[in-house]
Each structure stands twice: as C-alpha cells, then as structure tokens.
C-alpha cells in the first residue's frame, strides 16, 4: 500500500473482543504481537472509561496508549493528552430526563463511576454482557463531587436520545449498544481524539489506521489514514469504512493488516 502506517486504533467490544467469548482471538494477538514487531505501534480507542477497561489482559503489554470515554480522555502513559468535560447545566438536564424517564444513567468522572438508578438491565449487560464488575460503581452520583463528568451513559431508547440531545447546549452522543448510548461534551468523539493523540505523537494521520464495529466509531473511522469496519459492523460505520474486513470472531483484525500489508 501507498500509505506507510505507523499507528492502530482498536475499539474493545465487538473489535479487539468477541460478543460471543468475551475474549481477543488468538489471531488477533498474534497479529498484534506482529505488528509490533514491525516497528507498529497500538492504541485502544474506547467508549469504555479507564476503569472499565478489563478485558485486555491478553495484549496489554502490547498497548501504547488509549482513547478512552469516546475521546473525552486521553492518554499515553501517565500523560493526559486532552481531556473534556460535559458542561453541569447538561449533565443535569440528562440525569433530569432519567429521573422523568425513569431509566439508569452511568456517570463517569475523572476518577470514579456512579450508576443513578441502578437497575437488574445494567448488571445484565454490563457484568455478563460486558464482563464489567458493577462493585466499582458509587451507587450515588452526588458521591462523585467536584469531579468533572467526562461521559454519561443513559440506559435510554433511540427515540429517547432523539428528544433528549436537543435539549443538551453541547453534546454528542455515539451509541455502540442498543441498550445505551454514550454521552460526551461536543468537542469529544474518537476520531477528535485521533487528532489530538496524532498531533501529541507526531503523526501525520495518513499515518494512522483505525477499527471499528459501532455508531461511536464512525468519527474515528472516517478520520484515520485508513478506516475498517469488522464485518460484524453496522451499515452506517460500513458507509464511511476505506475497507470491510471480515467478523470479529472471523480473524477481522488479522486479514485487515494482512490486507494493507501492515503485519
């Protein structure tokens, strides 16, 4: 390829993870692992805050630096490359629109989660759906204090979020679940992260590949140097996609870098 990549991106679930295992294919370590020999180096790109971030015990070692909460944190190491917050007057109309609703709401901080309203759906998607110990969670969103709100996940339908996002004075919303979506400040999605962790790394974004399977990785996809949809992805990550590679549990990580001649 003409394109010389020096930088993946990975989304967890449904991309570096099976729905179906709860686990990395073995050939997506490898290839990874390969990769990295190859002089290739390899982010996480996540709606998955820091502290849920739990299921990568198989390539951690392999990872350079993460995009975590949809963009609204990022980080390599112990550097935080661009953090953004949702405004108070907006949290405060979403945590009103679960409590008129009545549906859960996660809130995530800078440093801890709160679930508000804590129902049986969010154990069942979360802790065995999503392999998430719901322990970490505070049970009162008020515990969380001054700390600023990076992402609120409301358990809400998509015609719920239709009507809620106007109401937001600046928010975007990326849904990956069809339980949820996630919510963050305007000015964070993954693919602003992309730009945010190209410019600290010095990487010029042709440089970067990206994969992705859901809503909230259109942004990055359509923003990398080169953007894959797993096979299992939905049409509107398809549309925007420079390459379809095969499912998750089909070796779509591996054949993608075979395909461009990364590994």
């Known amino acids: ?40 180096e390899v982010y996480i790109s996540t709606g998955r805050p820091q502290l849920l971030i739990t299921n990568l015990g198989q390539i951690e070692h392999l990872i350079d630096g993460y995009i975590t909460t949809n963009g609204a944190r990022c980080f390599v190491g112990d550097q935080v ?45 979360f802790a065995k759906g999503l392999g998430v110990d719901c322990e970490i969670f505070l049970t009162d969103a008020n515990e969380l204090g001054d700390e600023q709100i990076l992402q609120v996940t409301p358990f809400c339908s998509v ?9 937001l004075r600046n928010c975007t919303s990326g849904r990956w679940h069809p339980a949820f979506t996630d919510i963050t400040a305007a000015d964070a999605d993954k693919g602003k992260g992309l730009h945010a962790m190209a ?13 992705g399977d859901g809503g909230n990785d259109i942004s990055i996809v359509r923003e990398a140097g080169v953007g894959v949809a797993m096979g299992n992805a939905g049409d509107n990550l398809k549309q925007v996609a420079d390459y379809i590679t095969t499912h998750v549990d089909e070796d779509g990580v591996k054949n993608a870098l075979l395909h461009f001649g990364v590994i």
Do not use: C
């Open 159 to 167: 015609e719920q979020e239709a009507l809620l996002m106007p109401t």
């Open 1 to 40: 390829m003409d394109k010389k990549i020096k930088a993946l991106f990975f989304d967890i679930d449904g991309t570096l993870v099976s729905f179906k295992t709860h686990k990395i294919p073995q050939s997506t370590v490898d290839a990874l692992e390969q990769a990295k020999k190859n002089g290739v």
């Open 81 to 125: 490359v661009s953090q953004h917050a949702i405004l108070p007057e907006d949290v405060k109309k979403i945590i009103e629109a679960a409590d008129r609703d009545d549906y859960p709401a996660i809130v995530v901080g800078e440093h801890h989660l709160a679930i508000h309203h804590y129902t049986d759906e969010v154990y069942e998607i």
């Open 199 to 211: 410019d600290y790394l010095g990487l010029n974004i042709d440089e970067t590949m990206a994969f």
